[in-house]
């Protein structure tokens, strides 16, 4: 395969994958902003369930329900690791994406 040709697949390649690298990377800016909101929404939830836990007539015993809570926050925590991992290298990978895009197009149309 001469250079031409090697060059014409390499970009068509990169056409093919930008627009799903932009779409995944919406999609796990979307995941963490809804783990963030569920973090929220559970740190709420905690200090709730620590007042009843704390006044002397709680009719239920909470301490089982704490614990599950502090659990989930723990998975969350760890899944919003991973999606910002996961996150980072789609950046990283996008950011080459569009270099190689940028340096294919000046090779195939030089400035005039």
Known sequence: ????????????MIEVLKPVVEEVDERVRLV?????????????LDEVL???SQEKDSP??????M????RSKMKISVINNIVHNA?????RLHTQISKETAKRK???DPPS
């Open 32 to 44: 963490r902003e809804s783990q963030f909101e569920l973090r929220q929404q559970i740190d709420e």
């Open 87 to 91: 996150q980072e290298r789609l950046g």
């Open 60 to 65: 239920i015993e909470l301490d089982g329900y």
């Open 1 to 12: 395969m001469n250079t031409n040709s090697r060059d014409m697949m390499a970009t068509g």
């Open 50 to 52: 620590k007042r009843l």
């Open 67 to 70: 614990k599950k809570l502090a």
């Open 106 to 108: 000046t090779s195939i």
